[in-house]
């Protein structure tokens, strides 16, 4: 178990839905939250995938906490729709944290429309079609209900090179906002967390795929505090917002990046200066990757 500031079972009682749960960030809170005694439900596309966390999570489990997966895509409405039912069936949910994600760096004049269509159905029609999905059943019922939307500090600021992200993530800031004011009335919360550089296997990787550049998701440097984030620190922010006692905190975006955002320039300004070859070398190492991770599903 992380360590916590919490005590042992602040989330028991708690049945929160974490979309893109799998892997990386996701499954990262999902650990945290299932070993608080929260009933936490993850969700994502690959099956075998979703298996392995559920058993490697239920390890921690404690306080009666447990996970469960659902293979969805968070692209299709219908497909949350129906695994939101499922979930509803045996008690309503708490929470919501749209984590899934979907990224890569690229020259913006590069960026094919479904390039573009990736990564914004991924980022803002998934997170919309979640937490529609979960606030029409909470307004329904009268409940409660806390949304955390994992966005990025590019919201504020724009980010060079990885423009279809920047625009979605943007969108879901906008969502957040919106539906704090809207939904205030209800109870029902909408914050967003911005997390700096948290290194994690595969996105961190898509996003540094030019060693020798230094910049973006790879480099330490230009971050006041001189290091990567800690995973306890961050899931210790995400078990603050999905547990009572803050409830009146609504629509905010809170960064975790170490004071990254307030010194530094863009994460991916300094790629201004790679060379065509080197967006080429990028591009071979993103596309190795990504054939390797497809005939790992297809033999898993």
Same mark, same amino acid.
């Given at each position: 178990?992380?360590?916590?500031?919490?005590?042992?079972?602040?989330?028991?009682?708690? /049945? +929160?839905?974490?979309? @893109?749960?799998? !892997? =990386? &960030?996701?499954?990262?809170? %999902?650990?945290? $939250?299932?070993?608080?005694?929260?009933?936490?439900?993850?969700?994502?596309?690959?099956?075998?995938?979703?298996?392995?966390?559920?058993?490697?999570?239920?390890?921690?489990?404690?306080?009666?906490?447990?996970?469960?997966?659902?293979?969805?895509?968070?692209?299709?409405?219908?497909?949350?729709?129906?695994?939101?039912? /499922? +979930?509803?069936?045996? @008690?309503?949910? !708490? =929470? &919501?944290?749209?984590?899934? %994600?979907?990224? $890569?760096?690229?020259?913006?004049?590069?960026?094919?429309?479904?390039?573009?269509?990736?990564?914004?159905?991924?980022?803002?029609?998934?997170?919309?079609?979640?937490?529609?999905?979960?606030?029409?059943?909470?307004?329904?019922?009268?409940?409660?209900?806390?949304?955390?939307?994992?966005?990025?500090?590019?919201?504020?600021?724009?980010?060079?090179?990885?423009?279809?992200?920047?625009?979605?993530?943007?969108?879901?800031?906008?969502?957040?906002?919106?539906?704090?004011?809207?939904?205030?009335?209800?109870?029902?919360?909408?914050?967003?967390?911005?997390?700096?550089?948290?290194?994690?296997?595969?996105?961190?990787?898509?996003?540094?795929?030019?060693?020798?550049?230094?910049?973006?998701?790879?480099?330490?440097?230009?971050?006041?505090?001189?290091?990567?984030?800690?995973?306890?620190?961050?899931?210790?922010?995400?078990?603050?917002?999905?547990?009572?006692?803050?409830?009146?905190?609504?629509?905010?975006?809170?960064?975790?990046?170490?004071?990254?955002?307030?010194?530094?320039?863009?994460?991916?300004?300094?790629?201004?200066?790679?060379?065509?070859?080197?967006?080429?070398?990028?591009?071979?190492?993103?596309?190795?990757?990504?054939?390797?991770?497809?005939?790992?599903?297809?033999?898993?």
């Amino acid at each position: 178990m992380n360590p916590s500031t919490f005590r042992p079972d602040v989330l028991a009682g708690k /049945r +929160i839905l974490v979309t @893109g749960g799998g !892997t =990386g &960030l996701g499954k990262e809170l %999902a650990r945290q $939250f299932v070993a608080q005694g929260a009933s936490v439900h993850i969700c994502g596309r690959r099956e075998a995938v979703l298996q392995a966390a559920v058993e490697e999570l239920n390890t921690t489990a404690a306080h009666g906490g447990l996970a469960e997966h659902h293979v969805c895509d968070v692209r299709e409405a219908e497909q949350i729709e129906a695994m939101v039912d /499922r +979930i509803w069936a045996g @008690g309503a949910l !708490t =929470g &919501l944290v749209n984590n899934a %994600a979907a990224n $890569f760096i690229s020259p913006s004049i590069d960026i094919s429309p479904r390039g573009f269509a990736a990564v914004r159905s991924t980022v803002m029609d998934g997170a919309l079609f979640s937490t529609l999905a979960c606030g029409r059943r909470w307004i329904a019922q009268g409940l409660p209900g806390s949304v955390v939307s994992m966005l990025v500090t590019w919201v504020w600021t724009g980010s060079a090179y990885v423009l279809p992200s920047a625009m979605a993530k943007t969108a879901v800031h906008a969502m957040t906002m919106s539906l704090a004011v809207e939904w205030g009335q209800h109870n029902i919360r909408v914050n967003a967390v911005a997390p700096g550089p948290f290194p994690t296997e595969s996105a961190w990787e898509k996003l540094a795929p030019i060693p020798k550049a230094n910049v973006g998701a790879a480099s330490k440097d230009e971050v006041p505090m001189q290091r990567f984030g800690r995973m306890p620190e961050l899931c210790n922010l995400l078990t603050f917002l999905q547990a009572d006692g803050c409830d009146y905190l609504t629509g905010q975006n809170i960064a975790i990046d170490g004071g990254h955002h307030l010194a530094a320039p863009r994460p991916f300004a300094a790629l201004g200066k790679q060379t065509p070859a080197d967006w080429a070398e990028a591009k071979a190492v993103v596309r190795g990757k990504a054939e390797q991770e497809k005939a790992q599903r297809s033999t898993g």
